[in-house]
């Protein structure tokens, strides 16, 4: 096995993986459904990491075989299909390597995204509807389930705000990586003259809570208003009394479902989101208490853009946190972001470990 096999604390997962086998193989298992399910998922989810490792593994002795053989024969057919398999194992590596990350306390739950225009009017909501068509295609891309919660859309063009819920092995621990505002400069599309615009969109990236992690609410503090469903126009429009907003009165959070559903089904997001919202919340004035006491604490400056997109005059994708940067801006909104992604875990990573 390669020497960074240790990095990636394979041994530790195996370890890992064989408590839980116990566990699930023990009588009274299912007698705790809940209990069971967490486990399975967390067994599924180091099972499914461990067979990764595997193939890359096999990967690259088969490379290093090849190598050796080249090196008898000289033989340049090898030496082309040694090269051209490179890129690939480089980037499942990278991909692999990722996961070393991912050890936060919700890191391999699902997660709710939520994409919300901003400044920039027609070409906002069209920045908008780019956005979630990126991270539907990067979700796509790691053969993650996906379901449109709700979606208000632009009178023009775009969308005014979207909510999705994303499934699969450490989703959010991923997406989290995303959440901030993201700028766009290109040749506006919506204007005669196609002048130079500047647009902005908020992701918000929340994990999905399981039962026993829930943010208990108190009924005392809601406020749940009904109304009308406003639909995308036409024969579309919903005209069901079924759109529900929540608001929780202590912090004045508020949390809105309009799709088109019944009135209980958008209530259930609704509290389900505001839950998640409330967690967060909770769990940030704490790390803010704390870095306030070590001296450390700034206030959120939600102005400042975490990314930048420019189209135009030239092509640029630049992470504002860790540096990062592209020249291939189609491919990156095309959902390939694997790059920004592991750039801001591994600095996250660093400055954990430094502190």
Known sequence: MPPWSTIF????????????????????????????RRISKQHDAITKTLEGWQKLKEKTEELQNLAKLNESEQDSKIAHEITGQIPGLRAELTRFRLKTFLSGKYDDHDCLLSVHSGAGGTDAQDWAEILL??????????????????????????????VVSIRGPYAYGHLKAEAGVHRLVRQSPFN????????????????????????????????????????????SVNTTYSAIRVTHIPTGIKVSIQN?????????????????????????????????IRGEFHSAEWGNQIRSYVLHPYKLVKDHRTEKERTDPDNVLDGDLDDFIAAYLEKNRLNHSNN
């Open 260 to 292: 088109e559903r019944s009135q209980a089904q958008n209530k259930a997001q609704a509290l389900k989101i505001l839950q998640s919202k409330l967690k967060t919340l909770e769990e940030e004035k704490q790390r803010q208490e704390k870095l306030q």
């Open 192 to 235: 005669p003259a196609h002048t130079r615009e500047t647009s902005f969109a908020l992701i918000e990236v929340l994990p999905e809570l399981e039962s026993h992690e829930e943010f208990l609410l108190d009924p005392k503090e809601l406020k749940i208003e009904a109304s009308t469903s406003r639909g995308a126009g036409g024969q």
């Open 9 to 36: 604390e394979v041994p530790q997962l195996k370890q890992k993986a064989g408590e839980l086998t116990d566990q699930m193989g023990q009588k009274d298992f299912w007698a705790d459904q809940e209990h069971a």
């Open 133 to 162: 068509r990126m991270y539907l295609r990067y979700a796509e891309r790691e053969g993650w389930s996906i379901e449109l919660i709700d979606k208000s859309t632009g009178a023009e063009a775009g969308i005014k705000s979207a």
